[in-house]
T-cell receptor, first 113, second 114 residues
Framework: QKEVEQNSGPLSVPEGAIASLNCTYS??????FFWYRQYSGKSPELIMS????GDKEDGRFTAQLNKASQYVSLLIRDSQPSDSATYLC?????????????FGKGTLLTVNP | DTGVSQDPRHKITKRGQNVTFRCDPI?????LYWYRQTLGQGPEFLTY????????KSRLLSDRFSAERPKGSFSTLEIQRTEQGDSAMYLC????????????FGSGTRLTVV
């Protein structure tokens, strides 16, 4: 099993809809989870971090974490065409102090006007 | 805060040549990371510096790859005897103590080996 798996996509939603992006992971000791947004040809940009079970909201973005199920998700409400990008799930590996991240392959989201 | 700067943005080289990339982190960030990203994949960890000390290297980093961070400021990543499989985006990121995972990525260097 890969360390971080994301729904394969691509995901296409109409403008104004809710986009749901999902991620599962294998390392039960992982403590920190992140969502990065990456526009085509650009570098990843951190949009959300979550460390404890439950929901964390920031504007139109909500991250959800369930450590028991080893699952983390990102909801984007009122999706806009500018949200069209690849969304990368990342976790910080447990047991070390170097804070390196393991990334999933990403899910390509397209928001149609 | 001028962000993480990488140079060059693009590099095309012939197979077998050596290339060197530079990364200037955010000035107060003591942690510096190099990642590699190929098309359709997420970034993969290559190596990590805390100040000037290289504390971890991935198995992905073959002996053709070397990274340095003299004086704990900028870092260089050198690839010797480049191969076509080295074609990728090389990303540098930095962070500071007490901010786990709070990476700021540079714009990356896209390497094409022909």
């Amino acid at each position: 099993q890969k360390e971080v798996e994301q729904n394969s996509g691509p995901l296409s939603v109409p403008e104004g809809a809710i986009a749901s992006l999902n991620c599962t992971y294998s390392d039960r000791g992982s403590q920190s989870f992140f969502w990065y947004r990456q526009y085509s040809g650009k570098s990843p940009e951190l949009i959300m971090s979550i460390y404890s079970n439950g929901d964390k909201e920031d504007g139109r973005f909500t991250a959800q974490l369930n450590k028991a199920s080893q699952y983390v998700s990102l909801l984007i409400r009122d999706s806009q065409p500018s949200d069209s990008a690849t969304y990368l799930c990342a976790l910080e590996n447990s047991g070390g102090s170097n804070y390196k991240l393991t990334f999933g392959k990403g899910t390509l989201l397209t928001v149609n006007p | 805060d001028t962000g993480v700067s990488q140079d060059p943005r693009h590099k095309i080289t012939k197979r077998g040549q050596n290339v060197t990339f530079r990364c200037d982190p955010i000035s107060e960030h003591n942690r510096l990371y190099w990642y590699r990203q190929t098309l359709g994949q997420g970034p993969e960890f290559l190596t990590y510096f805390q100040n000037e000390a290289q504390l971890e290297k991935s198995r992905l980093l073959s002996d053709r790859f070397s990274a340095e961070r003299p004086k704990g400021s900028f870092s260089t990543l050198e690839i010797q005897r480049t191969e076509q499989g080295d074609s990728a985006m090389y990303l540098c990121a930095s962070s500071r103590n007490g901010l786990p995972g709070g990476y700021t990525f540079g714009s990356g260097t896209r390497l094409t080996v022909v």
